[in-house]
């Protein structure tokens, strides 16, 4: 079935339920259409002739901002110097520049008529999006559930939720890590546990720890629990934990669901989140990181950006290559948006495939476009993809697999284990933040006109 064939018959053949969402999308995409228009006529009414050229020079501004980062960042001395006032005094330019000319109510009436478009447009995305969760089943709670929890993980949270206390009182053995200078590896405690008999697998630690773990729950066939009692707790907050307290984590002891998730996998080793390759899997290997995360990194950035000091890499993944890209993020399921200096969430943990984002920024004016366009910017590429091979001009690269730092002969392959992983968690969650899509503004304005097209029918009625 064609995609026009595809689209018809879906518009002819689903319930009202999901049409009343096209409708929304509609309206959201018809307001976004019309603040459109209104950010134009307020420009034209308001600029004059030569008030276009001062508004255009505040965007070249912000670009100029982005060629200053880059100095800052790619360069030492006074170069860098250079680069942080650039990158400083542009923005009080743009402001400076807009107060004088006297079109600053323009200037705030034209970025509050954008915010709202752009707001609009996304609402009109996430209105027809269907949701795709991971879905759960109910499943006994376990009988000999084991813990690994490290207590130096996430600033101490172990010890300030007395999360070793509560487990117990709950009827987990608990093995603890951390709590003196001697290294235990949690993949070993999980063998021997799954050997006594445990029917689960679970960890209050890092992500890195979490993926060792993991692995092991994998092998084995038992569920995996996650506390959320790491640093940055990505995996956890993907799976619609609640980050805040790591305590309401254990009710998946008592009272849970079992969804069943991807891992991915680098070399044969299992990861939850994230491996990297570039200049941030370069910076990691430094002892000093763990202490000076900013220090670190601007000390080793211009000689890995601009030197000889970061191998030359090149992927290949089902559809794509690229050719040395400066850093490289596989993730385990994609990411929603490409952006680079975002946090950003996975909407999905099993889809069976990884996410790809290739960063290269060879000069200022890449920089500056990517100031502007963000991850449309021709130096970001963001694909998907079940396999993907990094090969390199070196034997061993680094690499920082869910932020641990790693060497691993080259070429590395990276793959993904489709719903490998049992994993409990609690019933009642406050699930994963939504992720805003990317706004295209061609699928906008076919939904304003009633005319969706198949990338949208898809997500609406999942055909």
């Avoid at 018809?30 to 004059?48: K, M, P, Q, S």
């Amino acid at each position: 079935m064609n995609e026009t064939r595809t689209t018809k018959w879906a518009l002819a053949h689903i319930g009202p339920l999901r049409r009343d969402a096209v409708a929304r999308a509609r309206g959201w995409a018809r307001l976004a259409l019309f603040l459109v228009t209104g950010c134009a006529a307020v420009v034209l009414a308001g600029a004059g002739a030569g008030g276009w050229l001062i508004l255009l020079s505040g965007f070249a501004l912000l670009a100029v901002a982005g060629a200053g980062v880059w100095w800052m960042l790619a360069h030492r001395g006074g170069a860098r110097l250079f680069g942080a006032v650039v990158a400083l005094a542009a923005p009080v330019g743009v402001m400076v520049l807009y107060a004088l000319s006297g079109l600053w109510p323009v200037a705030v009436g034209a970025l509050a008529l954008w915010a709202g478009a752009l707001a609009s447009a996304r609402a009109s995305l996430r209105s027809v999006r269907r949701p795709k969760g991971t879905h759960g089943r109910r499943t006994p709670p376990p009988r000999r559930p084991v813990l690994i929890m490290n207590v130096r993980s996430g600033g101490g949270k172990v010890v300030k939720h007395r999360l070793v206390e509560r487990a117990e009182a709950l009827g987990a053995r608990v093995i603890v890590l951390g709590a003196d200078d001697t290294y235990t590896d949690p993949a070993e405690e999980a063998r021997r546990a799954v050997a006594d008999g445990a029917d689960l697998l679970g960890v209050a630690g890092g992500d890195g720890t979490q993926a060792l773990v993991a692995a092991v729950a994998a092998e084995h066939d038992v569920p995996f629990l996650v506390v959320a009692a790491g640093t940055r707790n990505h995996f956890a907050m993907d799976l619609g934990l609640d980050r805040t307290d790591p305590v309401l984590s254990l009710d998946a002891l008592t009272s849970g669901v079992e969804l069943r998730v991807d891992l991915g996998d680098v070399s044969g080793r299992a990861f939850v989140n994230t491996v990297s390759f570039g200049a941030y899997a370069e910076i990691v290997q430094s002892p000093d990181y763990r202490d000076a995360k900013a220090a670190t990194a601007l000390d080793h950035l211009p000689d890995l950006l601009q030197g000889d000091a970061a191998p030359v890499l090149h992927v290949r993944t089902d559809d794509t290559e690229l050719h040395a890209p400066q850093a490289l993020l596989v993730s385990n399921n994609a990411y929603a948006r490409a952006d680079p200096l975002g946090g950003g969430r996975r909407p999905r943990l099993d889809a069976g495939l990884l996410g790809v984002i290739g960063v290269r920024v060879e000069g200022a004016a890449q920089a500056a476009e990517i100031a502007l366009l963000g991850e449309r910017a021709g130096g970001i590429t963001s694909v998907t993809s079940r396999r993907v091979v990094v090969e390199a001009d070196r034997e061993r690269i680094a690499v920082a697999v869910d932020g641990e730092a790693l060497e691993l002969a080259t070429p590395v392959v990276c793959t993904v284990r489709p719903a490998a992983l049992r994993v409990r968690v609690p019933r009642h969650r406050p699930g994963a933040a939504y992720a805003p899509p990317t706004v295209d503004w061609r699928r906008i304005v076919r939904l304003a006109l009633g005319r969706p097209d198949p990338r949208t029918v898809k997500e609406a009625y999942d055909v």
